[in-house]
């Protein structure tokens, strides 16, 4: 699976965009972005995915590059509820579910 | 939605004790997969099971067995628990092995201190 390298701590003003980077330079053809995210003592939370195309669902869009080396995860209006670790992860759909967490940046919310 | 039940919030063991995580899920999931957390290190896969009475091996196996004797649950054994196996251990599942039926489904995790 290709490596992927985020920052390792973000901060964003409640109500405002917060807008998660992340680096996978290596990526291969048949390689997805999945993002999940961590709230304290929970376990993590599927949040999108993509190949190729931007996504948008209810809860984040992923806006990924035509060479798709990188993407990014927007949260349009984050409330204090999304601060968590957010992780950016590259895995190819064939192999098995394999898939490899990094240590994701933790988002920061503040009132 | 689907739930994923680990059987214990919080567990404390003695080095050398044989010790059972349990987990199940409600929801016909075809895969299971059970990873540690630790600070520092991030979210890493110890065991997987594609089927009943399958089990392959991920990036940490040393020290774990797993069991899955029902489709429903899916056990992590510690053979003989020693103190650098104090972690979070989580529990997730997956409908299938191609999108979209791979996003994974997380249980609350286990808080696992060994003594």
């Known amino acids: 699976d290709a490596k992927t390298t985020q920052p390792p701590s973000m901060d964003c003003a409640e109500g405002r965009a917060a807008n998660l980077p992340c680096n996978h330079s290596t990526i291969s053809g048949n390689e997805y972005v999945y993002w999940y995210r961590q709230i304290h003592s929970q376990g993590p939370q599927y949040i999108i995915h993509?190949?190729?195309n931007n996504e948008t669902n209810e809860m984040a869009s992923l806006i990924i590059t035509e060479d798709r080396k990188s993407s990014t995860l927007i949260l349009p209006h984050a409330t204090l509820r999304d601060t968590a670790v957010y992780y950016c992860?590259?895995?190819?759909?064939?192999?098995?579910?394999?898939?490899?967490f990094g240590e994701g940046t933790q988002l920061t919310v503040n009132p | 939605d689907v739930k994923v039940t680990q059987s214990s919030r919080y567990l404390v063991k003695r080095t050398g004790e044989k010790v059972f995580l349990e987990c199940v899920q409600d929801?016909?999931?075809?895969?299971m997969f059970w990873y540690r957390q630790d600070p520092g290190l991030g979210l890493r896969l110890i065991y997987f099971s594609y089927d009943v009475k399958m089990k392959e091996k991920g990036d940490i196996p040393e020290g774990y067995s797993v069991s899955r004797e029902k489709k429903e649950r899916f056990s992590l054994i510690l053979e003989s628990a020693s103190t650098n196996q104090t972690s979070m251990y989580l529990c997730?599942?997956?409908?299938?092995?191609?999108?979209?039926?791979?996003?994974?489904?997380f249980g609350s995790g286990t808080q696992l201190s060994v003594l």
């Open positions: 992860i590259v895995r190819v759909y064939t192999s098995g579910s394999r898939l490899t």
């Open positions: 929801m016909d999931h075809e895969n």
């Open positions: 993509g190949l190729k």
């Open positions: 997730a599942t997956t409908r299938g092995s191609n999108p979209p039926n791979e996003k994974l489904f």
